[in-house]
């Protein structure tokens, strides 16, 4: 029986949100209470172990769901610190590379995060999944099981994606091309979402992968409460149709078939959240005037029947402007704080941040600004976790361990380089994991300890790490 430890032991976690919360406090008082906050819950959370760090691997293990506006476990909340890592089950499929999957959940374990977005797709290419439509390479697929089995044993739960909009891994432009060495005549990659051989073949993916038997754990994926949900493609987009109906008609019909074959489990898009033709008023929170072409439409997708929660992307290097600027700040600001009230207004769900970051390609760019960056988002996400509100949590593009940097996007955070980001994601962990421990929903997600909980967000607005 295993115990995970920590990098970071759990007493400099506290010590470090000691250490903010008494720069930012406004005497000794507030000094005072944040010691006691950390005097009665030290003990609990010693003994427990701090969401995804210390852990025995047969500790009871439920599944995420929504209740209104929040994620709830065993009905408490679940505020979700995570990160996106796309490569682990490729690396998993190679036993000379699978180690730094183990490294990788350590390492984030050791910080805090309990939720990682990764790829249950490879159609096609270099180390296949699915090397054909419905013929899959059964060792990547073992690597697969490795990746969901290890996380299980660090506490981390998966959200896993079942295809991509993009070329890389394959993507919808895979599938079109089998379709058209099938005999079909396709003339655009968006033909993935309106060809009804092309649905096929995605259906037939998703349910393969849903009622795939882990060879690890010999547990179903559909039953296996370390998914956290699936996501039915990453960034979808259909240029071809700016109205957003072919999309939309998509979306509709795999997330009933997803949820007739998995209940369990909660469901999202995978949308970059522009807003489109369905709420004119909402427009101008979008990047540019381009972002309303891309047949996606944000609360009209999101409303769709089976869908649990929503998912937003945060690019303003890419869709605003590559240079670093205080600009990027703003715009990411008022984005999250428009989707965190559409979500709660009409949509009825969380929201997850399920990707940003900031590229060390930028011009202008330096560790400073990506902490800064970073702790923005956290800061107006916990502007809602502290109302009770629909920020359900954010997942940073991305995270590595030592040794892959030839897989670095620009994107790459490596913790065990980067000390000063790695005490902005352990902050954050040490607050959320402390709000999901003390809250209960029984008060609407009213404290138990209201002081310590005053406490424990005062002065975030101020903070600029």
């Not at 890389?168 to 432009?173: E, F, L, R, S």
């Not at 005490?423 to 040490?430: D, K, Y």
Request: charge should be negative; glycine fraction near 8%; charged fraction near 20%.
């Amino acid at each position: 029986m295993a115990v995970h430890y920590t990098i970071l032991s759990l007493k400099l976690v506290f010590l470090i949100a000691v250490f903010v919360f008494t720069v930012e406090g406004d005497g000794v008082g507030n000094n005072q209470q944040f010691d006691l906050l950390v005097e009665d819950t030290t003990e609990n959370h010693l003994s427990h172990g701090f969401d995804g760090v210390v852990e025995k691997e047969d500790d009871p293990w439920s599944m995420v769901e929504t209740r209104q506006n929040q994620f709830v476990v065993d009905g408490q909340p679940f505020y979700v610190n995570g990160f996106n890592t796309y490569w682990l089950m490729i690396f998993a499929a190679d036993q000379s590379t699978r180690g730094k999957v183990t490294e990788l959940f350590k390492q984030a374990a050791s910080v805090g995060l309990t939720v990682c977005r990764t790829w249950a797709f490879n159609d096609g290419q270099w180390r296949a999944l699915q090397k054909s439509p419905s013929v899959y390479d059964e060792e990547v697929f073992k690597g697969l099981d490795f990746v969901i089995s290890e996380a299980k044993k660090y506490k981390i739960r998966l959200i896993l994606s079942l295809a991509n909009n993009w070329e890389a891994y394959g993507g919808k432009a895979q599938y079109v091309k089998w379709g058209k060495a099938a005999g079909l005549n396709l003339t655009s990659d968006d033909d993935f979402f309106s060809d009804s051989t092309l649905r096929s073949y995605y259906k037939a993916h998703v349910k393969t992968v849903l009622n795939r038997v882990n060879s690890f754990t010999n547990v179903m994926y559909k039953d296996d409460p370390t998914i956290f949900a699936w996501e039915l493609m990453n960034e979808p987009r259909c240029t071809s149709d700016p109205s957003g109906d072919k999309l939309q008609g998509w979306i509709q019909e795999m997330a009933v078939y997803v949820k007739s074959m998995d209940p369990k489990h909660l469901l999202e898009v995978g949308l970059e959240g522009f807003y489109g033709p369905s709420t004119p008023n909402r427009v101008q929170f979008n990047p540019n005037t381009y972002a309303q072409q891309v047949g996606t439409d944000f609360i009209r997708n999101h409303k769709v029947l089976g869908v649990d929660f929503a998912s937003v992307h945060i690019y303003a290097d890419t869709w605003v402007s590559q240079t670093i600027s205080d600009a990027h700040l703003q715009f990411t600001k008022s984005w999250m704080e428009a989707h965190i009230e559409d979500a709660e207004k009409y949509l009825g769900m969380p929201v997850i941040f399920a990707e940003f970051g900031v590229s060390s390609k930028d011009p202008g760019y330096n560790s400073s600004f990506r902490d800064a960056f970073i702790n923005s988002v956290y800061k107006t996400l916990l502007d809602s976790t502290k109302k009770g509100g629909s920020g359900g949590g954010s997942l940073v593009w991305q995270l590595f361990p030592e040794g892959t940097e030839n897989m670095d996007d620009g994107y790459a955070i490596v913790l065990s380089k980067s000390p000063s980001t790695s005490n902005v994601i352990t902050l954050q962990s040490t607050r959320l994991s402390l709000f999901n421990s003390m809250c209960s929903m029984k008060c609407r997600w009213g404290c138990k300890k209201k002081n310590a909980m005053d406490l424990l967000f005062l002065g975030h607005h101020d903070h600029d790490l």
